[in-house]
């Protein structure tokens, strides 16, 4: 949230000049860059919108609560009011979503999407945004989810005519999703006086605020109900897009027998394996026939055991990018590719017989078993040499084939506590994007710390589990990985001074009591051993310990990789090809670290093996142990 007070309060501030110079600085605080023009210019037209028709309407001390962070997201609702209901006398709250929008039309595809002459692609239908807004807070939210008649949500197009949008009113209306115009504003003073009373909001913004986080709906713990018996996630803005995208596409492909291509692209966490969970779900209850395929041993696994815990048809529903070299061409109408940029060059291995090598493309394998391929990827994880899943590569094979391709882009997330500062603060710290790194400023979502040993870093996180949250320690691959043996102690290989500790498993055996490979970051068990990027990637927990090794270290002005530093035989060895570049080398190590450094959902704690990374790292993070407020374990439960 970046302002609350009085509707009167915040009008008056709006008109002495200081509202905006106030939104700005916060939301650079917050965020870690300065809002766009855009951002800026919509505070300046619909604040004052929405500011003048509470006072119109008599409710000058109801409590405005100004770009309101959703919990565990980096997704904002414009407003929230907070007030006292007028016939119950209980809280009451309303979410406003504000639109400058003069002139939008429901897609012809999907009315749940809408169409506008400066968007270059469909966006969602404003009353199933703030709909979803409100889902959202009741899920999350302790003083709501006791009490969900309390939320109500309206959409308020201040600057548009009912006929300039007419169309959008015809999805669902409910007490959560509603919509005004300006030519309707008396209609939406009524509405916000059957809402909320003359009394003053400050108390109910006060519960709301204090209320306890709800658990977060971990997408293993509740994949079986999402795949097999109803919806468990929900679906805000752009990942509902997403979601719709698909949906369209396929009755599009049945209706005209053709293939189209959708990629939806995103960063960590901004809920791809929640889309492909949602859309596999609703397909699967459909009998519309789809499978969900990855590159990653241990996500397939772990969802084979999670959500087929019971039912071996929802086993057979999760498959390798490899799993199609003699599949037939259209056998599938849906694939989701979740996790696409693992796609590899070519399903053939050294195993793979003769007889199999077809000489395809893995992309276009994929591509071809079904009408509706779907790719939902992270361009910034790939780590390892011959993964060509991009939109470039993508976009290409599907042009190759002269198939329709659509792309949803996603940019909110709920990873790393919804902190867009500290997705911004990794991919700056490692050069990723950006003019280099920066001092972390602490933003209330995520906390980070430095630890000087890799045993204060083992202790800080066996803190954290003895408050109960969950922890996992990861290291960049600079130890040799030795295979375990039964009824013999995990080879310790990970060494540091006089600490020693054993990676994650190979196999698909526990041993020792440890857990097999795939499910090292979701089994309890998994704690004790290092996992590496192979293990950790596609997966989150509440805290997160990296280890960087001495193949990234940081030198003078900026960061030097070692390769040879690497134990990673993808890259140390061209595997019968020619080794990677340097380059690709430099890239894909830092692309390692970024993916180890965002599987925390509440915290982050770093140590590097190197003295001199070590002193910038402090120099970066200069508050030591964070005074970030994240939801206590107790809280998120």
């Not at 109500?152 to 919509?179: C, I, K, P, Q």
């Not at 792309?407 to 902190?419: I, N, Y």
């Not at 530093?565 to 380059?583: T, V």
């Amino acid at each position: 949230m970046l302002f609350r007070d009085s509707a009167t309060a915040v009008a008056a501030r709006r008109l002495e000049g200081s509202l905006g110079l106030y939104l700005t600085e916060q939301f650079t605080r917050v965020h870690g860059y300065r809002p766009s023009m855009a951002e800026t210019r919509s505070w300046d037209r619909s604040i004052p919108a929405l500011t003048d028709a509470l006072l119109d309407a008599g409710l000058g001390q109801v409590e405005v609560l100004l770009e309101y962070g959703l919990p565990l997201t980096s997704k904002r609702a414009d407003a929230v009011l907070a007030g006292v209901h007028p016939r119950t006398g209980e809280p009451s709250y309303v979410v406003v979503e504000l639109k400058q929008w003069s002139e939008a039309h429901p897609d012809d595809d999907d009315p749940l999407l809408c169409v506008l002459d400066d968007y270059p692609r469909p966006v969602l239908n404003p009353i199933e945004q703030v709909r979803g807004y409100c889902d959202y807070l009741v899920a999350f939210n302790g003083a709501l989810a006791q009490h969900p008649e309390r939320i109500s949500g309206v959409a308020y197009l201040h600057n548009a005519t009912a006929f300039g949008v007419s169309g959008l009113d015809e999805v669902e209306l409910s007490e959560r999703g509603r919509m005004f115009t300006a030519d309707r504003r008396g209609d939406f003073l009524a509405y916000l006086q059957s809402k909320l009373s003359a009394a003053s909001g400050a108390e109910a913004a006060d519960e709301l605020l204090l209320a306890k986080v709800q658990p977060s709906k971990h997408l293993m713990a509740v994949a079986a109900q999402e795949v097999r018996e109803r919806e468990q996630f929900v679906l805000l803005d752009e990942q509902r897009v997403a979601y719709e995208t698909v949906l369209r596409a396929v009755e599009r492909a049945h209706e005209a027998d053709h293939k189209e291509v959708v990629i939806i692209t995103g960063g960590p966490g901004t809920g791809k394996s929640v889309i492909a969970l949602s859309l596999l779900g609703e397909l699967y209850r459909r009998g519309v026939p789809a499978l969900h395929a990855t590159g990653s041993q241990s996500f397939t696994k772990t969802m084979r055991k999670v959500a087929g815990a019971r039912k071996p048809e929802v086993r057979d529903l999760f498959k390798y990018f490899n799993s199609f070299v003699a599949a037939k061409r259209n056998s599938l109408d849906v694939l989701v590719c979740d996790e696409a940029h693992r796609v590899r060059e070519t399903s053939a291995s050294r195993f793979t017989p003769a007889s199999q090598r077809t000489g395809k493309r893995q992309l276009e394998e994929l591509i071809d078993v079904a009408r509706v391929p779907v790719f939902l990827l992270d361009q910034h994880q790939v780590v390892r040499p011959g993964e060509t899943g991009t939109v470039e590569e993508i976009k290409a094979a599907a042009a190759q084939k002269d198939l329709q391709c659509r792309m949803v882009e996603l940019d909110s997330q709920f990873r790393c506590g919804g902190s867009d500062a500290y997705l911004r603060w990794v991919v700056r710290l490692l050069g990723l994007e950006g003019d280099g790194a920066v001092v972390w400023e602490p933003d209330g979502r995520m906390q980070l710390d430095v630890a000087d040993s890799p045993e204060e870093l083992e202790a800080l996180l066996e803190e954290k589990r003895s408050e109960g949250y969950g922890a996992r320690l990861s290291a960049g691959f600079c130890w040799r990985w030795s295979d375990a043996k039964p009824g013999e102690p995990l080879p310790t290989d990970v060494q540091i001074g006089d600490w020693a500790r054993p990676w994650n498993l190979k196999g698909e055996r526990s041993i020792m009591g440890a857990p097999p490979s795939a499910l090292w970051a979701t089994d309890p068990a998994g704690f004790g051993q290092v996992g590496c990027v192979y293990t950790a990637q596609g997966f989150e927990y509440d805290w997160s310990g990296v280890i960087i090794g001495p193949d990234l270290v940081w030198r003078e002005n900026g960061w030097v990789v070692d390769r040879a530093a690497s134990k990673d035989p993808a890259l140390r060895r061209g595997n019968g090809k020619a080794a990677a570049s340097d380059i690709d080398v430099d890239r894909l190590i830092r692309n390692t670290y970024k993916v180890l450094l965002t599987r925390g959902m509440v915290g982050t704690a770093i140590y590097s093996t190197d003295p001199e990374t070590r002193a910038k790292l402090r120099e970066l993070v200069k508050s030591g142990r964070s005074t970030a407020t994240a939801p206590s374990a107790a809280q998120r439960r």
